[in-house]
């Protein structure tokens, strides 16, 4: 069975910076898709970020180009996502999620159009002065 556990929320203020982490088993890694997403109250959850295993290929949504990068440590059998300059707008839970799949399938996901993603229980992130 797929287990992704994240950490790394927290509370922090604008401009700041915060580095996530899904830790991720069960799931053949060679073939297959994270991605983080968020929810922040009262909003449907949005895709933020996803790679591919296979090959490391990024995609990002619009509102954290520039802002966020995700990577993997394949050794760790984790994905990190760095988020920097972060806003109030930012503020949300985030999830990481993992799919069956290669390159071509990290924009569906990011885009909440693939179905029977494995999730993890989410970590809050609060961007506060």
């Known amino acids: 069975q797929p287990q992704l556990v994240e950490s790394g929320g927290g509370l922090v203020q604008p401009g700041g910076s915060l580095t996530l982490s899904c830790a991720v088993s069960g799931v053949n890694l060679d073939h297959s898709v994270i991605g983080w997403f968020r929810q922040a109250p009262g909003k449907e959850r949005e895709g933020v970020s996803c790679v591919s295993m296979s090959d490391g290929s990024p995609y990002y949504a619009d509102f954290v180009k520039g802002r966020f990068t995700i990577f993997r440590d394949d050794a760790r059998n984790t994905v990190f996502l760095q988020m920097n300059n972060l806003e109030p707008e930012d503020t949300a839970v985030y999830y990481c999620?993992?799919?069956?799949?290669?390159?071509?399938?990290?924009?569906?996901?990011?885009?909440?159009?693939?179905?029977?993603?494995?999730w993890g229980q989410g970590t809050q992130v609060t961007v506060s002065s």
């Open positions: 999620a993992a799919e069956k799949g290669g390159p071509w399938a990290i924009r569906a996901m990011c885009r909440m159009q693939l179905s029977g993603l494995s």
